[in-house]
Structures are given as structure tokens and as C-alpha cells.
């Protein structure tokens, strides 16, 4: 394919308008010894009936799930059908970032109802346009609280996802902080008396989150209330966004951020990404905080509009001064999340119980099955953790059913062996976890 | 226009939630009621109010589609739509980032193919598709440099950039724990070569080049300044924000970049999507590749497989494996455009900044005369000087002529700068049409100045008032 629409009389003017005899006199600059004469080890080109044709077939080596179990980070819900529609409109999807508010309005302002959106489910006054997702959003929140209390260290519950930690750990040895882990109670929630013990005038933010890892929800409000006691902030995560439709969230209960995956609200599995980190805030952070803002203000004749504004924040006016270097985010996916938000509207809290109803039943289920136990008793959403005689051989016994298993915590936690973190959403019909329990048997 | 939430009416909805086909149980007894928030307070609408608020909103919005749209340094070149469609295949959109690696073979054979092709068009040993945007790869490629110095015991707290450099490049050097001292330019654009030799010393961990240069010219003396920062044991850091002016042409690779980042947004024709999502691959030089982040792709003939044993890594940037969607659309564009394609972008790309320099040249002031390469960079300074006509009215005028404005005010060097990248898949007509918009526009500052001032004139909102935005902040709407 070639989307150039230049003809060779185009080309013939155009180098005569410039003043040169060919094309390759503009690459002059480019030392004769380091120029190219072809690109090496590169496929010829195809045309478009080819490339759909390349691209079906490595797509179909990917085997389709008829059932995914897992959660741990990423969510398979339905998507209504508006959300790809709206998402799919070349004036939102072809823009750049919105530097020219005239000509933006559609994209700052939908932007500016995302930010609405997201403060009123995580409790809090202020949500920025989004970050890169879940876990750089949580790191950046770290890194952030660190920078402008000169505290060098976090303490992070251990109970958080592995991976947001380890993002965490990433970000936190670049800047040269230190990370302090709080163990689990065998009810599956936080060890507050080791958090109790950890803090000290050195740290800067305590991290949790809710639901954690093990899909227990945990108790927010005296770990915020122990946080302030010494001077350090809460920074409250979430795993599945949906669980915001009927949870208290962490900014109703104290905390200071809620950072979190928003893939859920809108956005497909995508093996990964992109996604949105989900950034919100206690309304005293506003000029510290990362990422783009969608603003409202007024044009000369007083008409509402909106801009990106507190720019003064952001790493093309402060360069290194800023407290974070975000630039792109994820606008599509959190125009994605609005568009969801609004479709579901109060319905969310309804979809947030279906995913209760579905996740006690398939617990129920394979609680029957010889040798299965519950690991931790505190209450859950749509995320649970059993012990079973065999996890490996469970997992292989549905990846033969092509289904995707549960998630194997001892890969990272190795205390808790045979141990499998189950998710259970409105995707999951009752035949399909009739099914599971039967080929798991 | 009306907010979402004032269109809001209780009892609408939009999206409704199939019954449960399981026991309904009770939610206070499972949860407790001390963990059930209050109140959901989100909007009420019918479906068709939604389609209408988002459809008339996107209509306030400028995208590649609609027209033309020479944002210097952020590459807006047409998005093809075969990419889009690739990118829909259920198997590319369903697959959770959890599966297996046997439910994943064709997202990992993918991948490692474009790391590859990566590695061939960039001249460099390794690439990772892990971080998620231009600056998030930045900030990854200066963690590699920490961790290498780190590794062979150096203590090395600096970190040189260019005055001309994106804003980005300081502040993700600032946030690895570096000092950034900033390296002149010289007259003719390029590196000042005796003030870079006067800085580099032995606690210099690098410096951070784009080449081209934010001014659209390219580094002629290259080979000298890898010299002369490898000399003191450093390292190069290529910023490929303006990697679109090289394809086929040349290799950061072989110029002596050991690191570079890359925009698949901007170079690699991915839709920018209002300000993401981007992808911002990292490629690496033989002695970093140890300290790429975790999970890498390893090939096993003839399957893939994801490792995280790589013990010198920096970590983890993000969680999972990279902007997965946007990289299928960047493949795809590659693989479409294969090697003749891609040479002929780049090649199309320059000739169309060249040719637009030239027509703007007797109009506007031009700071650094000499073959540019995919932009150009004008000052509107000789506007200022005869009826105050600022680069920014110039730019809001432009819209009004249905052109979204180049970048202005960067780069920093160039007082009043008009930034103008064109790209390569605009026709002659469509450059003919804006030099004649930016004529009209030079001429109409002359004559009547006002009128610029006063743009744009056929927008929803006339110029908003970001001073009031920034001193009385509204992110977030309050119920009345």
C-alpha cells in the first residue's frame, strides 16, 4: 500500500519549486557513510487485500476462549453497542491531544465529563484525563507523594497486584525511594498492626487496594486515619472498576488518591492494553498532580467552553521541575469510559450486583467439589481465592476445554500453593459455570 | 452546549443489565452494609440522547479526517483504515492479557515480529513494546542508562539536553534522579560542538538527542558528537518523536544512538485518538539489552513465549505487555507499506516540508535557512514587528481557513515559532491551498490585523479564557 498521493508531475514541480534536481539532494545532511541503500531484513509491500489476509491468519492462531475465568488486572465485560460507535468517530479518534481548544470542544469536553464521572465514583473532588493504566497510575501517585513531602518511602500492602508493584518498585528505585511491604491477615485484608508498625515520619504514602488482589474489600478508613496520624497520605487502588457501581468508595472513606485500572468501563481485553489508568484526588492536590486536565472556562461572549488547563504543571512548561513527564494518556479509552458511564448510568450498580450474584454462585459451586476450601473469609466482589488439591491440573483441564483458568497465586505469592484466584462477571452465564464445576470435577 | 449531566432525567438509561440467571442473594449479607457506598449519582439518558450528545460533540472536533493538520513534531499523517479493521479481528480485541502463552501464539508471534522489524528499520539490537507513549518510553530508555551505570558501579548524576529538545526529555531525565544541563545550539541549528565538549566529563550518563532536531534539520556532525560523548564513556539517547524524516534513509543504529524511543502514534500512522492511546517502543544497542523491562518474548521454533528471567531488567513500566492494539496497527501499516513504502513516506514527507518552506519563505522569517527535513520551523517575528500579530493569532486565523495550526511557540529557540510538518500523505493541492491561507494570512496582518486578532471567527467558541481556567479551576462539575 501507498498513501502518498503525490504523481510524478507533482514530484517533477514540487523539486523544481524547491530547487533541487532530485530527491536524495534533501537527504544531503545525512552523512554519505551512514545513508542506506535499501532497509535491510524488511518485507515487501502488500496490498490491502493482502494484509487483511496476513493479519486473519495470525489472528486466528491465537485460540478464542469460550470462557475466561481470570481477572487479576483486566476485565471481560459486555460493552454496549453506542460505546464503540461513539469511540469509532474519526473526529475524536483522528485527533491529537487538544492544543487547540477552539477546534477541540468535543474532545474536552467529554473529557471534562470523564473527570465528573470518575470523582463522583471514587469519592474524591478531582480526576484527571487518565493515565497510562492501572499501575503507572498508581507509581506515578507514589512517586508524586514522595516529591513534595521530601518522605523517601512508600509502604505498599503486599496484597496488591504483583505487577502494580512491581511498576511501583520500577519507578520508586529510578527516583531513589525505598518500598516497604505490609503483610496480609489470614482474613485475606491488610495487616494494620504491621502497617501501624511501618510508618514513621520517612514515608510519604501508604498503598492498598480495594478490592485487593485476592478480591477482598478491605477496611479504608482507619488506614487513612493512621496514615495522616504521621504525616503520609493514602494512596487507595481498585481492581475491577465495576465494583465502584456499589462499593463505598476509598475517597468516601479518607483516602487521598484512588488510582486504578479503568479498562473495565467500556474498554475490550485487548491482551493488555490500551487501557486507562484511572487517576482521582482530594481536591487540595489539583496543582500537583500529574497528567492532561479538561477545564471549564468562558469564551469572550461568556459562552461555557473548555481547555486543557493548570498547564503550568506539565513537562513542556515546568521540563524538569515537573513532577511527572506524562504527555500522551489514553484520551480514546477514557472517552470510552465516559461513553459507558453514561449509557450505564444508575444501571452500574445493578450490573455490580449481577457480578455479586455470579461470583457467589460459582464459589458456591466449586466449594462443593472434594478438597476445595475457602483461603480468606473477608468479604469479596467478583474475584475470590480457593484452595484446591491440584491447581495446575485444573488450569490444564480447562485450557483443554479452551477455557481460561483461574489466576495461580503462588506464582507470586508462594505461601498460598494450589491456591487460584477465580473472577466471575456478568459474562459468565450459569451453564457456562455449570460447565467449568463439571470438567474441573 | 449542555453537559451529559444536564441532559440527565431519572429514571432514563441507556445500557440496561441482563436478569440474573443465578440466585440473587442478599448484598448487605455478603458485602456488609459499612462497605456499600450511598449514592450512584451517574447520568440518566436514553439512548438516543446519548448518540446525539457524543455525535454532536465529535462534531466540534478536528481529526486527520476532516482536514489538514501540520502539528509540527507530532507526525499527523493519514490513519489508514485497513489498520483499524485489522485491529477489530476478535482475536486481537478478546483475548485477556492473562491467558496462557498456548491461547496467545499469534499475539506473540506478532509482537516479536514487530520488535523485530523495529530492530531492522532502526539499526538497533533489541526493541520492547512495553511502554504505553513517546515520554513513557523516554522515561524507560533513561531508567536503561541509570541501571547501566548502575551496574558497572558509575556514579554519573547528569544528563546533557539540547535546548531544542521536547519538554519531555528534561523531565523524564528529572524523574530517573538526573541533573539536566542544558547543551547549546549553534548557529547553523546543529549541536554546538565545543560547548558539548566542554560538558561532556565523566559524570555525564548521556545525552539526549532528537535528530532531526525539533527545528527539522538534521544532526550534519553525528558521527562527531557520539564520538565525543561515547569518548567520556557515555551514551546516546535518540528521541524518535521525528523518525518519520529517516525511513530507509538512515539508522539511528548506525549513527551511534544506543537507545531510542519511538512514537507508533506518530511515525507509524496509529490514531493519536484526542491525546492517546500512543505506544512508545524502546530499541536498545547490544550492551542495554540486559536491562530491558520484564516480560520479554522469547522464541522457542516454533512457539513464543513470555520470560520475565532477566535478572540485570529495570522491572516492570506498566502491568501486561504494551498498547497491544495499537502495536497491531502499527504492524500492520509496516507490513503494508514494507520497505518501498515506508521509503517513499519518509521521502514524500520531506519533500512536502522542503516545498512548503520555500512558498513560505518570502512571507514569513525563516531562522535557519537550509534543506530541512519532514518540518519546518518559521518565526512570525516580522508579524509582531509591523501590527503585533502574534504566531498564536496567526495560528487561530488559520483555523477559520479550515487548517488545524502548526505547533507554535516551540521550539523554545525560536522566538514566535510556526512549526510546520506536513507529512506525507498530503497532496500538492492540499500545500498549495495552505501556503495560499498563510499568504492571505500575512497579508490580511498587514492590512487588517484585527481581523487576526479577533480569530477565529467561525468556531462553536470564540478564544476561551485560560487565565480564569487556571485561577478559578473547574475539572469537574458540580450539581447546580
Known sequence: MDYCPHTSDDIAQMQEAIGVGSIEELFADIPQKFRLKQMPDMPASLSEQETLGLMQAMSRKNIMPRVTLTGAGAYAHFIPAVVGHIVGRAEF???YTPYQAEISQGVLQAIYEYQTM??????????????????????????????????????????????????????????????????????????????????????????????NFFGCIEDIAPMADAAHACGALLIAGF???????????????????????????????????????????????LRRIPGRLA??????????GFVLTLQTREQHIRREKATSNICSNEALCALAAGVYLAALGKNLGKLAALNIYKTQYLKN????????????????????????????????????????????????????DNTLLFCATEMLSKDDMDRVVEIIK | MELIFELSKPGRSTADVSASDVPVVNIEDVIGRQYLRDDLDLPEVAEIDLVRHYTNLSRRNFGVDLGFYPLGSCTMKYNPKINENVAALPGFTGLHPNASDEFAQGNLQLMYDMQKLLSSIFGMAEFTLQPAAGAHGELTGVMMIKKYFESKGQKRPIILIPDTAHGTNPASGALCGFDTITLRSNAEGGVDIEHLNSLMTEDVAGLMLTNPNTLGLFERNIEQVAQIVHSKGGLLYGDGANANAFL?????????????????HKTFATPHGGGGPGSGPVGVSEALVNYLPVPRIVKNDPTYSWSASFPDTIGRVRAFYGNFNVIVKAYTYIRSLGTEGLTRATEMAVLNANYIKEKLKPY???????????????????????????????????????????????????????????????????LDAFCDAMIAIAQEAKENPQRVKDAPLSTPVSRLDEVLAARKPDVCWKKP
Open chain 2, 248 to 264: 530507509g534513509k538512515t539508522r539511528p543504529g548506525d549513527l551511534g544512538f544506543d537507545v531510542i524511543q519511538l512514537n507508533l
Open chain 1, 365 to 416: 459451586k466449586l466449594l462443593q467439589l472434594e478438597g476445595w476450601k475457602e483461603v480468606f473469609s473477608a468479604p469479596v466482589y467478583n474475584e475470590f481465592a480457593l484452595r484446591c488439591p491440584n491447581a495446575r491440573a485444573v488450569n490444564a483441564k480447562l485450557r483443554a476445554e479452551g477455557i481460561i483458568g483461574a489466576y495461580d497465586l503462588q506464582k507470586d505469592y508462594p505461601e498460598l
Open chain 1, 93 to 95: 479518534y483522528t485527533a
Open chain 1, 239 to 285: 481492581t475491577d472498576g465495576t465494583s465502584l457501581g456499589i462499593l463505598k468508595p476509598a475517597g468516601a472513606c479518607g483516602a487521598d488518591f484512588v488510582v486504578g485500572e479503568g479498562q473495565s468501563f467500556g474498554n475490550p481485553l485487548n491482551y493488555g492494553g490500551p487501557y486507562l489508568g484511572v487517576f482521582a484526588a482530594r481536591e487540595k492536590f
Open chain 2, 364 to 430: 514569513y522569517d525563516l531562522p535557519y535557512d537550509r534543506v530541512c527535513m519532514h518540518e519546518c520551523v518559521f518565526s512570525g517575528n516580522r508579524q509582531v514587528a509591523q501590527s503585533g500579530v502574534h504566531t498564536s493569532d496567526i495560528a487561530k486565523r488559520l483555523i477559520d481557513f479550515g487548517y488545524h495550526p502548526p505547533t507554535i511557540y516551540f521550539p523554545l529557540i525560536v522566538p514566535e515559532a510556526i512549526m510546520i510538518e506536513p507529512t506525507e500523505t498530503e497532496s500538492k493541492e492540499t
Open chain 1, 118 to 211: 470518575i470523582a463522583h465514583l471514587t469519592g474524591t473532588e478531582i480526576a484527571n484525563a487518565s493515565m497510562y493504566d492501572g499501575a503507572s497510575a498508581m507509581a506515578e501517585a507514589a512517586v508524586l507523594c514522595a516529591k513534595t513531602s521530601n518522605r523517601s518511602r512508600i509502604v505498599v500492602a503486599r496484597s496488591v497486584h504483583p505487577q502494580y508493584r512491581q511498576v511501583l518498585q520500577t519507578y520508586c528505585w529510578a527516583n531513589g525511594y525505598t518500598i516497604s511491604e505490609i503483610p496480609y491477615v489470614a482474613n485475606g485484608q491488610l495487616d494494620v498492626a504491621a502497617m501501624q508498625r511501618a510508618l514513621d515520619d520517612s514515608v510519604a504514602a501508604i498503598v492498598v487496594q480495594s478490592p
Open chain 1, 295 to 304: 477545564g471549564a472556562t468562558v469564551d469572550k461572549n461568556g459562552k461555557r
